[in-house]
């Protein structure tokens, strides 16, 4: 039997986090397992569930993170300086770069079906669209229809999804990007 680990190197929550954030970044879903994220981090699998009921929970935890920085972007220029119209378009375009420049991650979180952690990451996705669905009433200059902004969202959703793995970052799509999103805010800026 080994000694145990020194209180500095004990097992934390986020460093099973990280290694599982790598393998789901690198594998599919269905090739990663606790035993695998253990072996990575030189400790049973036993002291993963110590942390995480079963690698469903774990998937949430890494794809909560990024939908909290998806979050965190749209907040940044809801409440920062400008033009609502401006802060429309850079919320719409900070939505496409996120995606573009973390497409796995975006895959995980918007793209991945599996009954296994379907619940729990569809959850993370409703909060995450109700943010944006906030955001984007929050700056147009009129009451917009549910289905304008669910439209606005899928527009947006399918132009990540058309560039995901053509393009190797947003800047390479940037200049159509900025069409997609005009083309966008002018059609939610028109009378119903």
């Known amino acids: 039997m080994s000694p145990r680990k020194p209180t500095s190197q004990e097992l934390t929550k986020e460093m099973i986090i990280n290694e599982a954030r790598t393998q789901f970044v690198e594998k599919d879903f269905h090739q990663v397992s606790m035993r695998s994220i253990a072996r990575q981090l030189g400790c ?21 993170e990024y939908f909290q920085n998806l979050n965190k972007l749209m907040e940044e220029f809801v409440d920062g300086p400008g033009e609502p119209q401006a802060k429309l378009q850079s ?19 918007f793209m991945m079906r599996n009954n296994e952690v379907d619940g729990l990451s569809q959850e ?6 109700q943010k944006f669905s906030q955001s984007v009433q929050s700056l147009s200059d009129k009451q917009l229809k549910i289905s304008e ?9 399918g132009f990540v999804s058309h ?12 200049d159509v990007a900025h069409l997609h999103v005009i083309f966008i805010a002018k059609a939610l800026s028109q009378p119903s």
């Open 149 to 157: 902004i669910y439209s606005a969202f899928i527009s947006l959703h």
């Open 124 to 129: 993370a996705a409703n909060l995450c669209y």
């Open 163 to 174: 560039y995901r793995g053509y393009v190797a970052n947003f800047e390479e799509a940037k």
């Open 91 to 109: 919320i719409f375009l900070r939505f496409i770069e996120f995606g573009l420049n973390n497409q796995s991650q975006y895959e995980l979180m």
């Open 44 to 64: 049973s699998h036993g002291a993963l569930y110590y942390h995480f009921q079963n690698k469903a929970e774990l998937f949430y935890a890494v794809i909560k």
